[in-house]
């Protein structure tokens, strides 16, 4: 199964300061067709998944522009600028090029 | 608006079987592979298994084969997981979600208990 490694696992954050979430992939994620299929989850306490980013860097429908993607290959970033109180919860990537999908141990985002 | 709303947890021995229910409302459920992804307490998430749009092609993660089995009624609307030889390290919330995870379910509890 591809390992899905992100750092780091705690992140306190002062509100209105930047954040940045690595995830690193143990294999390329580039699919067959081209396109690379990682995305990023938010799960903000006692509730469910939600996507933030797919293929990279396209944000979802109803997503601040305050929350952005980036990388290639193995190795990916998440950043959210301008943190908000609603920003606290736990992060995930995920991988959708390789089955079974996988996704990161997950990085808790708090505030300071 | 896309609707996923999943049901059938609840409480089971170890060794027993469970069918976990999804239904779909808000979308054209017959035309996406779709999903159940799991999440024990306190952890992560893990993808359980994946069922194409028609139904015809399944798969499942290492330690789900064998043991449990996906499929949907399109004419329904309906996903379903029929796990059985539960073990406590089932023991989780399971979403059914949508290609991507564009669009999750608010889960449902499987304990797995004597």
């Known amino acids: 199964d591809v390992v899905m490694t992100q750092s780091p696992l705690s992140l306190p954050v002062t509100l209105g300061q930047s954040a940045s979430i690595s995830c690193r992939s143990s294999?390329?994620?580039?699919?067959?067709?081209?396109?690379?299929?990682l995305n990023w989850f938010q799960q903000r306490p006692g509730q469910s998944p939600r996507r933030l980013i797919y293929e990279v860097s396209n944000r979802d429908s109803g997503v601040p522009d305050r929350f952005s993607g980036s990388g290639s290959g193995t190795d990916f970033t998440l950043k959210i600028s301008r943190v908000e109180a609603e920003d606290v919860g736990v992060y995930y990537c995920m991988q959708g090029t390789h089955w079974p999908y996988t996704f990161g141990q997950g990085t808790k985002l708090e505030i300071k | 608006e896309v609707q996923l709303v999943e049901s059938g947890g609840g409480l089971v021995q170890p060794g027993g079987s469970l069918r976990l229910s999804c239904a779909d409302s808000g979308f054209i459920f017959s035309n996406y592979a779709m999903y159940w992804v799991r999440q024990a307490p306190g952890k992560g998430l893990e993808y359980v298994s994946a069922i194409s749009s028609s139904g015809d092609s399944t798969k499942y993660a290492n330690s789900e084969k064998g043991r449990f089995t996906i499929s949907r009624d399109n004419s329904k609307n309906t996903l379903y997981l029929q796990m059985g030889s539960l073990r406590p390290d089932d023991m989780a919330v399971y979403y059914c979600a949508r290609p991507g995870g564009s669009d999750w379910g608010q889960g449902t509890l499987v304990t797995v208990s004597s």
């Open positions: 294999q390329s994620l580039v699919y067959s067709d081209g396109n690379t299929y």
